[in-house]
């Protein structure tokens, strides 16, 4: 069942804001429904249900795009008038992509991995639009360039934060800031999970302008 989001409420109001519009988030992160609502208008948020399995060979930019893609498509069919957001993020070290650790032993990896290292975050997003059945997409890369990091710090960080579901095991809106050197790219909340300077273009391209 989808739920209403509204700025600084659980549910929505539909007398304080009447976008042309209805507004869907195809995710179920706490993390990017609480970048969407910064923005302060009404949304709705729909579990997608979609199969995260990368495929063989497949570009970590390609797999991102693919599954935010997917992840709107999925959720279109139960919102025929609405404005459909998904988005995915791709953590990429080198040639290794790095997935939420899902606990401590998987976190602590990937930090030592990550130590002086840069990490790029590809992020991707969708807006479909049911009426016209069609959609835009956008890629916005994040380069985070770790500092060196020692087992003390790295200990440290896991026991206050413990980010097992954040990919590359460092949440840069919280704690996981003081292991960051530099970051480098075009929109911070990018990092976190949803760009919303390309999503606001995306939407306004679509008729809805959020102021």
């Given at each position: 069942?989808?739920?209403?989001?509204g700025?600084?409420?659980?549910i929505?109001?539909?007398t304080?804001?009447?976008p042309?519009?209805?507004?869907v988030?195809?995710?179920?992160?706490p993390?990017r429904?609480a970048l969407?609502?910064?923005?302060g208008i009404p949304?709705?948020v729909e579990r997608p249900?979609?199969?995260?399995?990368?495929?063989?060979g497949?570009?970590?930019?390609d797999?991102?795009?693919?599954?935010a893609v997917?992840?709107?498509?999925?959720v279109?069919?139960?919102?025929p008038?609405g404005?459909i957001i998904?988005?995915?993020?791709?953590?990429?070290?080198?040639?290794?992509?790095?997935d939420?650790p899902?606990?401590?032993?998987?976190?602590k990896?990937?930090?030592?991995?990550a130590?002086?290292?840069?990490?790029?975050?590809?992020?991707?997003?969708?807006?479909?639009?049911?009426?016209?059945r069609n959609?835009s997409t956008?890629?916005?890369?994040?380069?985070?360039r770790?500092?060196?990091?020692?087992?003390?710090?790295i200990?440290a960080?896991?026991s206050?934060?413990?980010?097992?579901?954040?990919?590359?095991?460092?949440?840069?809106?919280?704690?996981?800031?003081?292991?960051?050197e530099r970051i480098?790219g075009?929109?911070?909340?990018?990092?976190?999970?949803?760009?919303?300077?390309?999503?606001?273009?995306?939407?306004?391209e679509r008729?809805?302008n959020?102021?």
């Amino acid at each position: 069942m989808p739920v209403a989001i509204g700025p600084d409420q659980d549910i929505a109001d539909p007398t304080s804001r009447k976008p042309t519009l209805q507004l869907v988030l195809a995710s179920t992160s706490p993390y990017r429904k609480a970048l969407l609502a910064r923005l302060g208008i009404p949304f709705l948020v729909e579990r997608p249900d979609v199969d995260e399995t990368r495929l063989p060979g497949e570009d970590p930019k390609d797999l991102a795009l693919r599954l935010a893609v997917a992840k709107a498509v999925a959720v279109s069919p139960r919102f025929p008038s609405g404005l459909i957001i998904g988005s995915d993020q791709v953590a990429l070290l080198e040639n290794e992509i790095l997935d939420k650790p899902g606990n401590a032993e998987n976190a602590k990896r990937q930090l030592q991995k990550a130590s002086g290292k840069t990490v790029v975050f590809h992020t991707a997003l969708c807006v479909y639009d049911g009426q016209h059945r069609n959609y835009s997409t956008r890629v916005v890369p994040v380069e985070v360039r770790f500092r060196k990091l020692d087992e003390r710090t790295i200990d440290a960080y896991l026991s206050r934060e413990q980010p097992y579901d954040c990919a590359a095991s460092a949440k840069a809106e919280s704690l996981g800031i003081a292991l960051i050197e530099r970051i480098t790219g075009d929109d911070p909340n990018a990092l976190i999970g949803l760009p919303l300077i390309a999503l606001i273009d995306l939407l306004a391209e679509r008729g809805f302008n959020v102021l």
